[in-house]
């Protein structure tokens, strides 16, 4: 089968939503000439096909040579995002200031100085009121070359108050300049490795904040300074596993967006974020109440224009919404009860294939995984954690190796025996390799080698003898990813009890929802 995310245009086609191809029709017809009919005739094409084939695709337009394919796409492509532009432009505050800032210029080069300085004057207070550093960096740029080069007659002082907002707008984009880059580090070291396991990957986060930017953070007034600021700590906080530091930032970076509401449709995809980060905070706290108001309140916000009239919104919506929906059943104890979510994820897994990246497809199969385990069908959890497995990607180490144990436990649960020792083996060895073996995972190690060769009727003490060591280790941070991504504790409480892992969690969060 050809490959579906090979072709840029045929993803593009197939981002559009329907006003957008309807409007890209009428937009061609208003601007190009008959010559451009074989370009219509290939975006109905593309747009037709369910996935890319050159082949067929060229024998469904047969107007189109071969040798013209390539400059017909690159001509399409350039006349899609030229309409969209058009059609988009009142929607989005950078199209509007870029707009204004070309009229700035087209003025300026037609020698109307002063009616491009009072275009600049619009466009800096429009920037200023939607915190749009850059663009205020560029409109000083335009008016220090016209107060340079030309005799304007403006007010007095103006070099020098002009010098001053460049200093002072230079000194802001170098704050967030840095903490945006060292935000995304931090990020990318999660992506890449997961929760820090051991005393030196928490060195190695230590050292992103050795940097002066964070001297004077109480400083900052600016919202990009405080978002990226409180990105930076958030990262930090979930990686070290300090969910009340995490708690606390998640908290500040959505009431950033709260405070200032209007940054919520400008950058929306940072509050969709915040808002993920959020729950998860509540989830990672077992804040019952917090986290059921709060997936509400995201529930209520994805049904605004904002989100459904934006496919990128769409989609991290759907991701961190199903994402909550999936942690809210571990947090009950209702495995059971959330497995009509399998279908529905699936379903947009479909849908999405061309836009979500493997690492959230990754941390959907675990999760599905982990709800099949916790509701007794070990069977379904394996076929999940094979896809794991077998997807050969370079990032969530943490989730590999996770997924392998929980796949051992699934084979444990089974009686599967005859493959449990080489499983073991080959585990150990991964996990090893991936230096992520931490001293709760270490026990179960020894664990389930123990239990290989004692009758099931004797191995209860056992089961015992590990709850107790993992309970004693259960404090300390370096060792709480352990329980992160699987319940064994609760797992272990349930072969003592002789009950179900999912009635066992649901006794505990009963007994939370109580306490609150």
Not at 47 to 62: A, G, I, N, W
Not at 191 to 211: L, P, Q, S, T, V
């Amino acid at each position: 089968m050809p490959n579906r995310h090979t072709d840029a245009l045929f993803q593009l086609i197939h981002s559009m939503e329907r006003a957008e191809k309807r409007n890209f029709k009428l937009y061609m017809t208003r601007n190009s000439s008959s010559g451009d009919l074989k370009v219509i005739q290939l975006f109905d094409a593309l747009d037709k096909m369910s996935f890319y084939d050159e082949t067929q695709l060229l024998k469904k337009t047969p107007s189109i040579q071969k040798q013209q394919l390539s400059n017909l796409k690159g001509h399409l492509y350039q006349e899609i995002l030229s309409s969209i532009r058009l059609l988009k432009q009142s929607e989005n505050i950078d199209l509007q200031l870029h707009e204004q800032l070309d009229f700035a210029r087209i003025l300026y080069n037609k020698g109307l100085y002063l009616q491009s300085l009072k275009v600049l004057d619009k466009v800096k207070e429009l920037a200023k009121t939607n915190n749009q550093v850059t663009y205020i960096q560029q409109v000083l740029f335009l008016e220090k070359k016209i107060e340079g080069l030309h005799i304007t007659r403006s007010m007095q002082n103006r070099a020098e108050s002009l010098c001053n907002e460049v200093d002072e707008i230079n000194t802001r984009l170098s704050v967030i300049s840095t903490l945006s880059n060292l935000s995304l580090l931090l990020y990318g070291w999660y992506i890449k490795h997961g929760h820090a396991r051991n005393e030196e990957d928490k060195k190695a986060i230590d050292g992103y904040f050795n940097n002066p930017v964070f001297n004077e953070s109480n400083q900052y007034k600016g919202f990009y300074e405080r978002l990226y600021l409180y990105q930076c700590y958030c990262w930090y906080a979930f990686i070290t596993q300090d969910f009340l530091m995490y708690y606390r930032y998640t908290q500040k970076w959505v009431d950033l967006f709260h405070a200032d509401r209007k940054m919520i449709e400008i950058e929306t995809a940072h509050y969709i974020k915040g808002v993920h980060n959020l729950l998860s905070a509540h989830f990672d706290l077992r804040n019952y109440t917090k986290f059921n108001e709060t997936i509400h309140e995201f529930e209520q916000f994805i049904q605004t224009p904002v989100v459904q009239e934006n496919q990128n919104n769409l989609i991290q919506t759907f991701t961190y919404l199903y994402t909550a929906k999936l942690n809210k059943h571990f947090m009950e104890g209702s495995f059971t009860e959330g497995l009509y979510l399998v279908p529905e994820i699936e379903e947009k897994l479909t849908e999405y294939v061309l836009f979500l990246d493997r690492h959230r497809v990754l941390v959907f199969y675990y999760k599905i995984a982990s709800l099949y385990f916790g509701s007794g069908n070990f069977e379904k959890s394996i076929d999940y954690l094979n896809k794991i497995i077998h997807l050969k990607i370079d990032l969530r180490t943490d989730i590999q190796c996770y997924a392998r144990l929980l796949h051992l436990i699934a084979h444990y649960e089974l009686g599967n025996h005859e493959i449990l020792e080489y499983l073991l083996k080959s585990v150990y060895r991964f996990m090893s390799k991936m230096q992520n073996l931490s001293t709760a995972e270490e026990a179960v190690f020894s664990f389930l080698k123990k239990s290989f060769s004692i009758s099931p009727e004797k191995v209860k003490p056992l089961f015992i003898e590990l709850l107790q060591i993992l309970q004693s280790l259960a404090d300390q941070p370096l060792e709480n990813r352990a329980f992160m991504y699987l319940d064994i504790v609760s797992w272990l409480q349930s072969k003592i009890e002789g009950k179900l892992v999912q009635h066992i969690i649901n006794e505990k969060y009963i007994f939370g929802k109580k306490r609150e």
